[in-house]
């Protein structure tokens, strides 16, 4: 079992940054693939980055590549999503989820799902 708990976001302005966290719990924490997925009002879930459990591999949606860094602290049961240049469309509640297998996550298939944290992007 695994409790994901993500923290945050908030308001800023266009070309600005912030940096997501999301907190497990759980034993088995290092033996998944973590990501970060988002959804916009009247838009469907999309993913954003994931890293696998070691850290050695990182997969970014074509839309966040240069902004966006994802990592892990896996003695802190803890991955990381730092958001720079941050753009209007970026705005969306961001989830972090967890799935033993990288090629799943990257599809939208995640074991656990934590509450999300909302972004919101102004310009």
């Known amino acids: 079992q695994v409790q994901l708990v993500e923290s945050g976001g908030g308001l800023v302005q266009a070309g600005g940054s912030l940096r997501l966290s999301c907190a497990a719990s759980g034993r088995t924490f290092s033996t998944y693939t973590m990501g970060w997925f988002r959804q916009a009002p009247g838009k469907e879930r999309e993913f954003v980055a994931a890293?696998?459990?070691?850290?050695?591999?990182?997969v970014y949606a074509d839309s966040v590549k240069g902004r966006f860094t994802i990592s892990r602290d896996n003695a802190k049961n803890t991955v990381y999503l730092q958001m720079n240049s941050l753009k209007a469309e970026d705005t969306a509640v961001y989830y972090c989820?967890?799935?033993?297998?990288?090629?799943?996550?990257?599809?939208?298939?995640?074991?656990?799902w934590g509450q999300g944290t909302q972004v919101t992007v102004s310009s």
């Open positions: 989820a967890a799935e033993r297998r990288l090629n799943k996550l990257r599809v939208g298939v995640g074991e656990y």
């Open positions: 890293i696998t459990w070691s850290g050695g591999s990182t």
